[in-house]
């Protein structure tokens, strides 16, 4: 693991040894793509099959029969080619995002109850609807997947891992499944079995020829056209954007190279221009660099005809429907569902009021319908700013040569859509106290199993203590009591807290996290004998294992030393180890000055409680239009749900185009 991850000024301990053995980095010829995705997993894969020219249809058989009357209006079109608005009218679910609740409610049926259905989805090949993208990766195709320890059970069941159009079932009929073992007696899968799955469907699926591996991006701005460097030393290729940059370019733009060097401060932009819309007036990554676009300068602007989504009779009905509106409500905290079908588990509910209120029979919903989609509305003329500006997207590949030496390649990408699908999990959250940069503060579980490799932990040594107390640490809690290190696990909320993880998985599905939490009631009795945990008396059981609930660590000491302190605790632990697990945030730093600009709340980071602020029908940013976000960005953390952001995503590019 590296000790840092690359951003736009600095690079990660992996990457700096390979520079060092390889010298400086080699240039290779600007690209044009309509479109590029920042990430590799489970998001930026589903996203590259759709935009590979594959559709989805809907079959029927919906037991719905609002939204199979709705998918019923065009039933010769894709969903791509119709009104995603229209369609997920209504729906309420487990996710933010609406277009997320249609496709999983057509993806997975009734899938929130337990059951596996079917897909009621036809996924058909139409090359004319393909879209130049590439995908930039760190790692291997799969992300965080590739990282994980693979013997760990995925918290969701194995089916809802699956991407489209290839289930698990299919995928275990193939020859990749061969290499990798298999409980077939669990619903939920091993995260070896995730991760080989995600390689295999790049290949299977015939998208491979779309990514771009073991990569870093380094910065992410927008230029003007007067600003993108044609020289001859690194010339751009035929670009699938002819209509944006005209042919005599160099002859009337100044050109202005700019040389990559990622060890230089200079690589953070400083001017980002702003993309002009008559219709947002939002200006885009640098809101000190503004040039308007309105009717007093002299911009040449031109008409646009009305959009394919305007002239599909789904638009037109809602359009037309003077009674039509919708509303996202406030999180509501529904019942704790058995299984793992806690709405609230990982994600806040959304609730979608209907457009329809005061229709309620499906026939005479399917009536109004029909009466909508015979109306017409006059074309709207859209003024679109002839200033256009592109994405400019840099970075470095470290790629092998002849030898099998390593050797860095830098990048550079021109285009006018770009998609964040980079999860949440590249930056792990750091205490807030003194001594947490201290070299025996760990941060994951594979920097713990270094440790015992390298024989700086054994058995003799002091204990290991354990902060936070979600799955994470479930699971080094788990793999370190498998090596017979005494544990001290201090977290901030009582074990009996409603929102403590495990108090919302069901005992049968997940084994493994209630024995923890019987390790965390049972290991801080203090002077009682017995507890009471769901019912039932706990008696202290794990005399290796010590819990310090409802505490914090207050300081860290060079000498090894941690200072705890809490409603009924004060004391100091000397400890061998200290593996801080309390979440995670995005690395976005090759945002530039856009990275804390993009979320519900100006002024703050991206994280889990902040994300990032879009059009919840199009995924695209509400404050840098062109750039798009999806996934764990957005608030999806199933990978069942962010299949709809890929959907919102790819059918707003095609309608663009």
Request: hydrophobic letters at 35%; glycine letters at 6%.
């Amino acid at each position: 693991m590296p000790t840092q991850f690359c951003t736009a000024t600095q690079h990660c301990s992996n990457h700096q040894k390979a520079i060092s053995k390889s010298g400086a980095l080699e240039k290779e010829e600007t690209k044009c793509k309509e479109l590029v995705i920042i990430g590799n997993g489970p998001s930026g894969i589903s996203l590259s099959y759709l935009l590979s020219g594959h559709l989805p249809f809907y079959k029927g058989g919906s037991q719905d029969e609002f939204l199979h009357t709705r998918l019923m209006v065009e039933p010769h079109l894709s969903l791509v080619e119709q009104d995603l608005q229209f369609l997920s009218d209504g729906l309420e679910g487990r996710s933010n995002n609406p277009v997320s609740l249609l496709l999983d409610a057509l993806q997975k049926p009734e899938a929130d109850l337990g059951l596996e259905e079917p897909s009621l989805l036809e996924w058909r090949f139409n090359p004319e609807k393909q879209v130049d993208h590439v995908v930039l990766g760190r790692g291997q195709p799969g992300g965080i997947w590739q990282t994980l320890d693979g013997s760990l059970l995925t918290v969701s069941l194995g089916a809802w891992m699956e991407l489209p159009n290839l289930t698990m079932a299919e995928w275990k009929e193939s020859n990749q499944f061969k290499t990798v073992n298999s409980d077939s007696s669990s619903r939920r899968t091993s995260v070896a079995n995730v991760s080989k799955y995600y390689t295999d469907y790049v290949d299977i699926m015939g998208i491979a020829e779309n990514f771009r591996n073991s990569t870093v991006v380094t910065a992410v701005k927008q230029v003007k056209l007067g600003e993108i460097s044609k020289s001859s030393d690194a010339p751009v290729r035929s670009c699938p954007m002819q209509d944006i940059i005209p042919e005599n370019i160099n002859q009337n733009l100044k050109i202005s190279e700019e040389m990559f060097n990622f060890d230089e401060e200079d690589l953070v932009s400083d001017d980002l221009s702003s993309q002009c819309s008559s219709l947002t007036h939002k200006c885009s990554l640098s809101s000190a660099s503004v040039d308007s676009c309105d009717q007093r300068n002299d911009l040449l602007c031109k008409d646009m005809s009305t959009s394919p989504a305007e002239s599909s009779p789904s638009y037109r009905s809602t359009k037309g429907n003077s009674n039509y509106k919708r509303s996202i409500s406030s999180p509501n905290v529904l019942p704790n569902w058995d299984p793992i079908l806690n709405p609230t588990l990982f994600s806040h509910s959304y609730n979608q009021q209907s457009s329809f209120e005061s229709i309620s029979p499906a026939q005479d919903y399917s009536s109004s319908l029909s009466d909508n989609c015979r109306m017409r509305n006059k074309p709207k003329i859209i003024h679109a700013c002839s200033q256009k500006t592109l994405f400019e997207v840099t970075g470095y590949e470290v790629m092998a040569n002849a030898e099998g030496k390593n050797h860095m390649q830098h990048f550079k990408y021109l285009t006018e859509n770009v998609v964040l699908a980079t999860g949440q999990s590249d930056l792990p959250n750091r205490l807030n106290v003194a001594g947490r940069d201290l070299p025996f503060v760990l941060h994951n579980l594979q920097e713990l199993e270094k440790m015992v490799e390298t024989g700086r932990l054994t058995e003799n040594s002091d204990p290991v203590m354990i902060v936070g107390a979600g799955l994470s640490a479930a699971d080094a809690i788990i793999s370190t009591q498998n090596y017979g290190f005494p544990i001290v696990h201090v977290f901030r909320k009582s074990v009996a807290d409603p929102g403590l993880i495990f108090n919302k998985l069901p005992v049968a599905l997940y084994p493994e996290y209630h024995a923890v939490h019987r390790m965390m009631a049972s290991g801080q009795l203090g002077h009682q004998q017995t507890k009471i945990l769901r019912g039932h008396a706990v008696e202290r059981e794990y005399p290796g294992y010590q819990a310090f609930g409802q505490t914090e660590i207050l300081e860290i000491t060079k000498d090894r030393q941690v200072l705890l302190g809490g409603p009924e605790t004060n004391i100091s632990i000397k400890v061998s180890y200290i593996v801080v697990l309390i979440g995670a945030s995005p690395n976005l730093s090759f945002m530039t000055d856009a990275e804390t600009e993009l979320g519900r709340v100006p002024g703050t980071v991206i994280d889990r409680d902040t994300p990032i602020d879009i059009d919840v029908y199009t995924h695209e940013s509400t404050n840098v239009p062109g750039l798009y976000a999806m996934g764990p960005l957005t608030g999806d953390n199933f990978v069942r749900f962010i299949q709809g952001g890929a959907l919102a995503i790819a059918t707003h590019v095609n309608q663009k185009s």
